[in-house]
């Protein structure tokens, strides 16, 4: 059964630190792995969609990696703001045809708070 | 586009009752889910479709029902409501298809308490 992790649970950085957060899944075998944001009360925001065959993903100040042969993906966060204090969470789809379902098992995420 | 509207916001149930999470999206998008985030865990896919008239179960389908008469709407249906059903329920849809296709966008979701 797979599982995700999100390591650390809850992390506070003060403005302008660079930063990773930790996503490891059981099953090697995925489809592909996705980085959401979510705001206190709010729905989730898709950041990044890294494809299996794929090793990092780059949008803005956010770069996703991925490694499947150790189950491990992480998201690094550069130059830190105020304004990035959120819930991060990694979902990551079960390997199959691309044609099915696309079913995602998710992390618990990692509350984030940059502080000024 | 209004991308994926969910209603109501919040909502207040005593155990028994029954109620409909009506969930919309305006993208054409085959795919539809419900999923329910519990604190400390992630969220956990409930029902899903993969087009009008096609669902099938999640992880956490019992005590839920959902149907898809058309491609915008995805209700989900609780027939009788149970203290554990207290959660935040978020709808989500995506295109079929690879690669991505495959990002799911998601409404801003319901809180319930089962009281």
């Known amino acids: 059964k797979q599982e995700v992790t999100q390591i650390p649970a809850a992390l506070s950085v003060p403005e302008g630190e660079n930063l990773v957060l930790n996503c490891s899944f059981t099953d090697s075998a995925i489809y592909n792995l996705q980085w959401f944001r979510q705001d206190p009360g709010k729905g989730l925001t898709s950041l990044l969609l890294?494809?299996?065959?794929?090793r990092e993903q780059t949008s803005g100040r956010l770069n996703a990696s991925l490694d499947k042969s150790s189950g491990r993906s992480t998201l690094y966060i550069a130059a830190s703001q105020p304004g990035d204090s959120a819930t991060y969470l990694c979902?990551?789809?079960?390997?199959?045809?691309?044609?099915?379902?696309?079913?995602?098992?998710f992390g618990a995420g990692t509350r984030l708070a940059v502080h000024p | 586009n209004a991308g994926v509207t969910q209603t109501p916001k919040f909502q207040v149930l005593k155990t028994g009752q029954s109620m409909t999470l009506q969930c919309a999206q305006d993208?054409?998008?085959?795919?539809m889910s419900w999923y329910r985030q519990d604190p400390g865990m992630g969220l956990r896919l409930i029902h899903y479709?993969?087009?009008?008239?096609?669902?099938d179960q999640g992880e956490v389908p019992n005590g839920y029902n959902v149907s898809r008469s058309t491609t915008e709407d995805f209700p989900l249906r609780l027939l009788s409501a149970a203290p554990s059903q207290t959660s935040v329920y978020f709808c989500a849809s995506s295109r079929k298809g690879g690669g991505l296709l495959e990002t799911q966008y998601f409404g801003p979701g319901t809180r319930l308490l089962v009281l």
């Open positions: 479709s993969v087009g009008a008239g096609i669902t």
């Open positions: 890294i494809q299996s065959s794929q």
């Open positions: 993208m054409n998008h085959e795919y």
């Open positions: 979902a990551v789809r079960r390997g199959g045809l691309s044609g099915g379902y696309n079913k995602l098992i």
